[in-house]
């Protein structure tokens, strides 16, 4: 079934970020379930990013502040999957297919937010 998302690579994510990611993924299908058909509240989405477990990336170069070493960055959704030719693959980013709720939450967040 990965292999069929473009999941072949094993996350390289400590326990305590995969805990923190389950946490948040646990909290957002609370708060979807309780959302009775609106969107998600702003402080309920913060409450979830919050308790989200960060990747610490240090290949995001150009908005790496000065000093620092990384920066808390994570791909959610569907990628483009390197070293194939262009329009050739598409794939689904890791977190996507493990949080769920995590990942429905914050477009049910955005889709609420929508301009008419």
Request: proline fraction near 4%.
């Amino acid at each position: 079934r990965k292999a069929e998302f473009g999941l072949t690579h094993k996350a390289r994510l400590s326990p305590n970020c995969l805990g923190e990611r389950c946490l948040a993924d646990r909290r957002a299908a609370h708060v979807l379930a309780h959302s009775q058909g609106a969107g998600p509240a702003d402080e309920e989405v913060l409450e979830v990013l919050r308790l989200w477990g960060f990747r610490q990336n240090r290949n995001r170069l150009n908005v790496l502040p000065s000093g620092q070493q990384w920066v808390h960055s994570d791909t959610l959704g569907l990628v483009r999957l390197r070293g194939l030719p262009a329009g050739s693959s598409t794939g689904l980013a890791r977190g996507t297919l493990r949080h769920a709720h995590f990942v429905r939450l914050l477009c049910r967040w955005r889709e609420s937010r929508r301009l008419p």
